[in-house]
C-alpha cells in the first residue's frame, strides 16, 4: 500500500493513472512500453467482430488544433491545450491470437502489480458476451466493454453501437454480468442529457465500475478549404473535457453513493487533472489523448505530478476521493452579493 493506492471495487490499483485505449495500445510493444511507465492498467485497443469496424481502421485520420483552431504540427509535443479531433476504427486482429497476446501481457504486468485490461466495443450483443467468457476463461483479470463510441452513429450500420437508452444499458450490463465473474468496468456516451441514469443502469445491470464519460461528435470547417477538416465529422476532445466530465462523476457519486467506484476518461493531460478527478468522485482515470499525441512518458509524468500533489496535501489518493463533490452547493445556498456582477460587466 503506498499513498497513491486505489481501491475499485475488488481490485487494488496501484494508482489512479490508467492507460486508455487507443491506437497506442494497439501492439504488444506498445502495451508494454505504457506499462513500463508506472501505470496501474492499460487498456487495450478494442475489437469486437465486425468486418465493417475493422475496416475503418484503414479510414482512420487525426487532428490536432489550437484553441482558436489552427492546426499544430504532430510532433509528440502538443501544447496543454491541444485539442485532438479524429476519426479511429477497432483492432484488425483476430481474436484468438489477440487474446493469447494479452494473456501473455497481463501475465508479465501482474509482476509489476499492474494490469492489461481487454476492451470491447459493442456491436452484436450474443457475440460480445460470448466474447467476455472467452476473455475469462484465458484467464485475464478485467473486462472494459465500451457501449458509447463516440463514433457509433457515423460507422457502418451495427458496427460501433452508441447506447444512450438507460434500459437498454441495464439489460446490455446485466447480459455481461450473467456470463461473467470478472470485474466489469463499462464505459459510456457523454453524448446523453442524462449520463447519471445511464450511469446508475450500469450499477443496476450488476457492473463494478463505470467509465465516463466518452466524446462528443465535431464538426470543424476548413478556413482554406471551405471543406470539413478530415472530411467527416469526428470525435473531438481536449482538457476542455475536463469539467464537462467532472460534473457527471460528482453527480453520478451524489446520486449513486460512495460505494460504486467511479473511473474518469475524457479531459485528463496530466496528474493534477487526475487529481482533479479524484476530488470529483473518480477512484481511477483513463489517460488517452494525451498519450496518443504526447507519447508514453505522458503516464510516468502524471504519476510523478500526482504524487508531488497529494505529499504536498499530506493526504493519500483515498482520502481525496470525492472531497469536492461532497462539498458541492447549491445555487441557492450562495451568500447574496447585491451588485457583484457590476464588477464583471463592461458596462452597468
Ligand atoms: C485515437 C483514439 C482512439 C481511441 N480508441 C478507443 C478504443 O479503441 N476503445 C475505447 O474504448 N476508447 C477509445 N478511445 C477513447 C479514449 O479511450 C478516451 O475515452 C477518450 O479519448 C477520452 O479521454 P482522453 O481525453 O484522455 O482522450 C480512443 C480515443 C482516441 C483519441
Known amino acids: 500500500m503506498s499513498r497513491l493506492t486505489t481501491p475499485v471495487a475488488a481490485l487494488t490499483l496501484k494508482n489512479p493513472v490508467i492507460c486508455g485505449a487507443g491506437e497506442h495500445t494497439m501492439t504488444a510493444r506498445a502495451i508494454e512500453a505504457a506499462l513500463a511507465t508506472g501505470a496501474a492498467a492499460v487498456v487495450a485497443k478494442s475489437t469486437n467482430e465486425s468486418l465493417a469496424a475493422k475496416q475503418q481502421l484503414d479510414k482512420t485520420d487525426y487532428a490536432l488544433l489550437d484553441a482558436a483552431w489552427n492546426r499544430l504540427p504532430w510532433d509528440f509535443e502538443p501544447p496543454a491545450d491541444a485539442i485532438l479531433m479524429g476519426r479511429s476504427g477497432l483492432l484488425q486482429r483476430d481474436f484468438e491470437p489477440w487474446l493469447d497476446e494479452l494473456v501473455r501481457l497481463d501475465r508479465s504486468a501482474a509482476q509489476q502489480d499492474a494490469y492489461v485490461i481487454p476492451s470491447l466495443i459493442l456491436s452484436d450483443l450474443d ?161 488517452t489523448s494525451a498519450v496518443f499525441t504526447g507519447g508514453y512518458a505522458v503516464l510516468e509524468r502524471a504519476i510523478e505530478e500526482l504524487d508531488a500533489y497529494v505529499a504536498r496535501r499530506g493526504v493519500s489518493v483515498c482520502e481525496l476521493l470525492g472531497q469536492a463533490a461532497d462539498q458541492v452547493q447549491t445555487y441557492q445556498e450562495q451568500a447574496s452579493r447585491p451588485g457583484h456582477w457590476e464588477r464583471f460587466a463592461p458596462l452597468s
Open 127 to 287: 457475440q460480445c458476451v460470448a466474447y467476455a467468457q472467452q476473455i475469462e476463461q484465458a484467464g485475464l483479470r478485467v473486462l472494459e466493454v465500451n457501449i458509447g463510441a463516440p463514433h457509433g452513429e457515423e460507422a457502418a450500420k451495427g458496427a460501433i453501437r452508441l447506447e444512450r437508452g438507460a434500459e437498454r444499458i441495464e439489460m446490455i450490463t446485466r447480459r455481461l454480468r450473467e456470463a461473467t465473474s470478472l470485474p466489469l468496468w463499462i464505459k459510456l456516451t457523454g453524448q446523453s442529457e442524462d449520463v447519471v441514469a445511464l450511469a446508475e443502469a450500469t450499477q443496476r445491470g450488476g457492473a463494478d465500475s463505470v467509465v465516463m464519460m466518452g466524446r462528443f461528435m465535431g464538426f470543424l470547417p476548413d478556413l482554406e478549404t471551405g471543406a470539413p477538416l478530415l472530411g467527416t465529422s469526428a470525435a473531438i476532445g481536449g482538457g476542455w473535457a475536463l469539467p464537462l466530465t467532472a460534473r457527471w462523476l460528482m453527480m453520478t457519486r451524489r446520486r449513486l453513493g460512495r460505494d460504486f467506484p467511479l473511473i474518469a476518461t475524457n479531459g485528463a493531460r496530466n496528474g493534477l487533472d487526475v487529481a482533479r478527478f479524484l476530488l470529483a468522485g473518480a477512484s481511477a482515470t483513463e489517460m
